[in-house]
């Protein structure tokens, strides 16, 4: 299934924002996978040509050893502006590109970006999970919603990331002396669940190994 590109002349926000609620309603936080799966996809985004094109990475990693097996890139005329909110419908559709040329299909997708910890509950990742009917995990590195505690200072400490009086996700430190990470479940994977996850992708970097390598692919590093 594919996400909606409207244009920027033509978009209209309020029928996107009323689209994101409808959305939100099918997303389920209810496990469905018992640890990492055989295939896990990262991706991540970024702009070329000013902002005129959206690149998308989609790296497959093997669940078991974290080692990269293939990687897909799509371009796609950029479908909007920069809005906060609405960064799924600028991202996505190059992003559902990405995902669908890689050779396999994976059981779980970590995205750069948020899962339900989003104004809304439907951050880019909570969008391509439903979307694609994949579980999804969103891996922020900025706080888009929420309050919470600064987590410790190691590698592994972290806090529940509250928004509205329930809790949405969690702030994880995931390298000693860098600023945390705001995780939060997309689809098909509980609250609970999606730190564990996280934190076994951890390789020393501050990004999980998923979406470390997609974003060193979209951004040519």
């Known amino acids: 299934m594919q996400a909606s590109s409207p244009t920027a002349s033509t978009v209209d926000y309020a029928q996107l924002r009323q689209q994101q609620r409808t959305l939100a309603a099918q997303v389920e936080l209810t496990d469905v996978l018992t640890g990492l799966p055989t295939h896990i996809a990262g991706i991540d985004s970024g702009f070329e040509d000013s902002g005129r094109t959206t690149l998308s990475a989609a790296v497959l990693l093997d669940g078991s050893t974290l080692q990269p097996l293939e990687s897909a890139l799509a371009r796609l005329p ?32 970590m995205v750069d970006g948020h899962g339900i910890a989003h104004p809304r509950g439907l951050g880019i990742a909570a969008h391509l999970g439903v979307l694609t009917g994949l579980p999804s995990i969103g891996i922020g590195k900025s706080r888009l919603v929420g309050d919470y505690d600064e987590p410790g200072p190691a590698q592994g400490d972290h806090s529940p990331l509250l928004f509205k009086g329930k809790q949405v996700g969690w702030v994880l430190r995931s390298k000693p002396r860098c600023k945390p990470l705001f995780v939060s479940p997309g689809h098909l994977v509980s609250v609970e669940a999606c730190l564990p996850l996280v934190l076994q992708c951890l390789r020393g970097y501050r990004l999980p190994e998923p979406t470390r390598l997609a974003d060193r692919l979209a951004s040519k590093r």
């Open 78 to 109: 950029t479908a909007l502006p920069y809005i906060p909110g609405l960064l799924s419908f600028r991202e996505l559709p190059a992003a559902l590109q990405a995902l669908a040329q890689l050779p396999h299909a994976p059981q779980l997708v």
